[in-house]
């Protein structure tokens, strides 16, 4: 196999009399910067394992928090901070601070040192997946809240993290996602394969880029030599810029500067000027045609990875998003390539000859049996995905029933026709799942632990539920699930234990502190439940259900004034609490502020204008201050949405008759 010389290197754009390509100057700069973030992200994790807690992971995909829920944490700040840098710098970060822009160019590195050079496919249609890709992550989940009519309002910050794990796969999925955007991706996509088809946060780069001021720009000194291009590890055609618009205006240039590192004549730079999208090309621009794709091939492509994306995604429970791009990305290339070895005479690429003159080559033959087997694969993964996919619609069909029980410790749920058979249902995908795939899929324990829960198979659930801890599934949730088993089972003691567990693995959760305080609230000891809703208090100050549980179980306990600053905070978190907001009332009016406890039951009748009883309660309130017309307004409708509410029609039937308003009158109850 030829070696390529490590000093110098020719380039296909080159004259026959021109110079050799010198080596950047700039690429051990970049290297050592680049070796330098992926120091700062190792002592990250080293601060991390040693303190238990750190700074949350400075990394763009934790920005997904804030569109989901409006929580600000480190990687939103700075994912927001490098793309106001980038509207002024231009896209430097992708190429002096990008992790997996490092992996590449690692891995284009060692297939240089064996003679093979990356060669980009230019696909317009897989351009559009970064775009896609930005708008599904970080875009569609506020738009969807905006629809549902949340608020995009900040509602906390989470700038530390004793979890720093948790949003990333495992060392395995991890490796494979090495491999599949590193020497994969640069192999069959060019240099930057994954940035270029694959990489949200490069689609908000590339766009902001567009009016930045600081870019590579050109003097009268440029002989068009090419030299520029020929170096150039993001496949943009610099030397044509340059001439067309004297300035490099393509969003794919990532200001690595190896471009001016080895100009000859020294004629680009690194400045500031006009931007890009107010640009106008030269007079004596000289175009020339495109060479793209045909439509044909755009169509393979963009079908194949649509079924691969779809396919591939969550495969095993694994599979993350951006490596299913990836993915997509590799076999839709590995399509086009067997649409074209069918379709053409000769079919080769550096390092990959599959067929010369009409006959398959050797690695021609090879290469059917791997596309073959690739196949095969693939049909038995669509299989699996089906059948996992049937079995989350059922269990998401289940999650009344699931939340139900997660809000009554010990108590389960009745279930209808309905939500039985769609629980019977999702037990018989699963359990294909688990018989037909080549390794186990993650999640599948644990969603079967739910199902036999539900059904009443409590032995079962605990079997699947053990096995789910085992395998890292959901441990909390699997924890809060066999404490409800133990609390259904009469063992109390049991039942704290497991909750305490679920505290134990989540302490920055509410759900197991919930639980755990209201089981034993309901048991009869509503101070030791107040202790543990405190206790989450300490470690959550964002969650309304903690707020508004401690605040209740102080007012049961006769701490009505200390209640109040709780209940308000839990609304103040979550506006369209109405238990809070009533109980609140009720605290106000038993502590004689009437005016301000008919306030908030005004606003929760506002919230939940068909509530028969908050409008009675309201009527109780109202009569505290002697409106006794305005209590008989909402008696009656109170009547109207529930007339066999025997409370309603006494009160109603005693003002109606003149009875006496103070007499009648009392504190509403909590």
Not at 18 to 36: F, H, Y
Not at 247 to 258: L, N, P
Not at 513 to 528: E, K, M, R, V
Request: aromatic share 8%; charged share 20%.
């Amino acid at each position: 196999m030829p070696t390529r010389t490590p000093k110098v290197r020719e380039t296909p754009i080159l004259g026959p009399k021109t110079s050799k390509v010198r080596l950047s100057k700039m690429g051990k700069w970049r290297a050592l910067v680049l070796i330098a973030v992926h120091v700062l992200i190792g002592l990250h994790i080293a601060h991390w394992l040693t303190t238990g807690e750190t700074v949350t992971p400075v990394e763009p995909s934790e920005a997904m928090a804030f569109s989901r829920s409006s929580i600000v944490n480190a990687g939103l700040v700075f994912f927001a901070v490098t793309i106001l840098l980038t509207a002024i710098f231009g896209r430097f970060f992708c190429g002096w601070g990008c992790h997996v822009v490092a992996l590449q160019d690692f891995c284009r590195h060692l297939m240089l040192k064996v003679g093979i050079t990356p060669r980009p496919l230019k696909s317009r249609a897989l351009a559009w997946v970064p775009v896609l890709a930005f708008v599904y992550m970080f875009l569609w989940p506020a738009i969807y809240r905006l629809w549902l009519g949340d608020s995009l309002a900040m509602r906390g910050a989470e700038l530390t993290t004793t979890q720093f794990w948790a949003t990333f796969p495992g060392w395995v999925v991890g490796i494979l996602t090495l491999l599949v955007c590193g020497f994969a991706c640069v192999y069959f996509l060019g240099a930057k394969g994954f940035c270029t088809y694959a990489c949200p946060y490069g689609a908000i780069f590339a766009a902001v880029d567009r009016v930045a001021p600081m870019r590579i720009r050109v003097t009268d000194a440029c002989n068009q030599c090419g030299h520029c291009t020929a170096v150039c590890t993001s496949n943009v055609r610099i030397h044509e810029e340059v001439r067309d618009w004297g300035m490099v205006v393509s969003a794919g240039c990532m200001k690595c500067q190896d471009c001016v590192s080895v100009c000859p004549t020294g004629a680009l730079y690194y400045g500031i000027g006009t931007i890009p999208w107010l640009a106008k090309p030269r007079a004596e621009r000289a175009t020339q045609p495109r060479k793209d794709l045909h439509w044909r091939d755009e169509l393979v492509l963009v079908l194949a990875f649509v079924c691969t994306f779809l396919i591939v995604r969550g495969l095993y429970g694994v599979v993350p998003f951006l490596m299913s791009l990836g993915v997509g990305g590799v076999v839709a290339f590995l399509v086009l390539t067997c649409v074209r070895l069918v379709r053409e005479v000769t079919v080769e690429r550096p390092g990959l000859r599959l067929k010369r003159e009409g006959k398959l080559l050797p690695q021609g033959r090879v290469f059917v049996v791997a596309m073959a087997t690739l196949a095969l694969l693939l049909g038995h993964s669509a299989v699996l995905r089906t059948q996992t996919h049937l079995g989350d619609r059922a269990f998401a069909h289940a999650e009344p029933q699931r939340r139900a029980l997660l809000a009554a410790p010990g108590v389960r749920p009745r279930l209808h026709g309905e939500a039985d058979a769609a629980i019977a249902a999702g037990v018989s995908h699963l359990l294909r799942v688990d018989l037909w795939g080549l390794f186990p899929t993650l999640g599948n324990a644990a969603k079967l632990a739910w199902f036999y829960a539900l059904s009443g198979a409590d032995a079962t659930a605990e079997l699947h539920a053990r096995r789910a801890i085992d395998r890292g599934e959901l441990p909390t949730e699997m924890h809060q699930l066999l404490a409800h088993l133990s609390a259904l089972r009469g063992d109390t003691v049991g039942a704290k234990g497991e909750w305490q567990q679920a505290i134990d693995a989540r302490p920055d959760l509410p759900q197991a502190y919930l639980a755990l305080g209201i089981f034993l609230a309901q048991s009869g000891d509503i101070a030791a439940g107040q202790q543990v809703f405190d206790r989450g208090l300490a470690e959550i100050n964002d969650s309304a259900p903690l707020f508004y549980n401690a605040a209740l179980a102080r007012a049961l306990s006769g701490q009505a004034e200390a209640s109040l600053a709780l209940f308000e905070r839990a609304l103040f978190l979550d506006p369209r609490h109405l238990e809070a907001r009533e109980n609140l009332a009720g605290v106000l009016a038993t502590l004689g502020r009437f005016e301000a406890s008919v306030a908030q039951f005004r606003t929760a009748v506002q919230q939940s204008p068909d509530d028969a009883q908050t409008r009675l309660l309201l009527a109780r309130a109202l009569l505290e201050l002697g409106e006794r017309e305005a209590a008989l307004r909402e008696l009656q409708r109170a009547l109207e949405l529930e007339p066999t509410n025997v409370e309603a029609k006494n009160l109603y039937d005693a003002l109606d008759g003149g009875a006496d308003t103070k007499a009648l009158s009392s504190p509403p109850a909590m």
